[in-house]
């Protein structure tokens, strides 16, 4: 059981806009910023979205982020058979010790 | 560019133990945090355990406490990560990612560079 909630899985067909939400709590969500990493098959995750909303060098601007209180979200417009992959949400907790949290994943099929 | 090279994955048995390397270059490795993140066959990611750029500060997962112990060698560019008492729910694929700050958890540190993994696999 992941500390951030995410959908198992999401689905488009190419040019549509789909987005993934991510769910958390005052202490992970609420107090920190989101990043979103992209998972594709076989590969290492790679960082696709900082600071809630802020795109990495290289990183198309169909992708976007957001967050409000203890939720974010991850949106992909224009969507293409390459985006393909599992995306992670992941935050700073920040009760106890402070630790990463992440949440559980969701698979994107592009139909 | 920024490389990330673990090493030390295997076949082991439980209870015995392991120790993973990851060897970092091509930026200032003192000034920035590093993490494990593991990955179980056909599951999601779980991260593991940090340490700060200087070493001063540990954290780790409530599933590995007490028997993972990270630790880093700054003069050698490298972390590690010892675990002992392995159980078979420890079989992952072990990411080594780099954090954007020197201790972990900054507000906007965020993982920007990740090795390609090592295999570690528990079973009698």
């Known amino acids: 059981q992941s500390v951030l909630t995410q959908p198992p899985s999401a689905s488009g067909t190419p040019g549509q806009r789909v987005t993934i939400s991510c769910s958390g709590s005052?202490?992970?969500?609420?107090?920190?910023?989101v990043n979103w990493y992209q998972q594709l098959p076989g590969t290492a995750p790679k960082l696709l979205i900082y600071?809630?909303?802020q795109r990495p060098s290289g990183v198309p601007d169909r992708f976007s982020g957001s967050k409000s209180g203890t939720s974010a979200s991850l949106a992909i417009s224009g969507l293409q058979s390459d985006d393909e992959a599992d995306y992670y949400c992941?935050?700073?907790?920040?009760?106890?010790?402070?630790?990463?949290?992440f949440g559980g994943g969701t698979k994107l099929t592009v139909l | 560019e920024v490389q990330l090279l673990e090493s030390g994955g295997g076949l082991v048995q439980p209870g015995e133990s392991l120790r993973l390397s990851c060897a970092a270059s091509?930026?200032?490795?003192?000034?920035?945090?590093i993490n494990w993140v593991r990955q179980a066959p056909g599951k999601g990611l779980e991260w593991v355990s940090g340490?700060?750029?200087?070493?001063?500060?540990?954290y780790y997962a409530d599933s590995v406490k007490g028997r993972f112990t990270i630790s880093r060698d700054n003069s050698n560019n490298t972390v590690y990560l010892q675990m002992d008492s392995l159980r078979a729910d420890d079989t992952a694929v072990y990411y080594c990612?780099?954090?954007?700050?020197?201790?972990?958890?900054?507000?906007?540190?965020?993982?920007?560079?990740w090795g390609q993994g090592t295999l570690v696999t528990v079973s009698s």
């Open positions: 990612a780099k954090e954007t700050s020197s201790t972990s958890g900054w507000y906007g540190a965020r993982f920007d560079n």
């Open positions: 091509e930026f200032t490795f003192s000034n920035y945090a």
């Open positions: 340490i700060s750029g200087g070493g001063g500060n540990t």
């Open positions: 005052n202490s992970n969500i609420g107090t920190s910023t």
């Open positions: 600071s809630n909303n």
């Open positions: 992941a935050a700073w907790d920040d009760s106890l010790n402070g630790y990463w949290v």
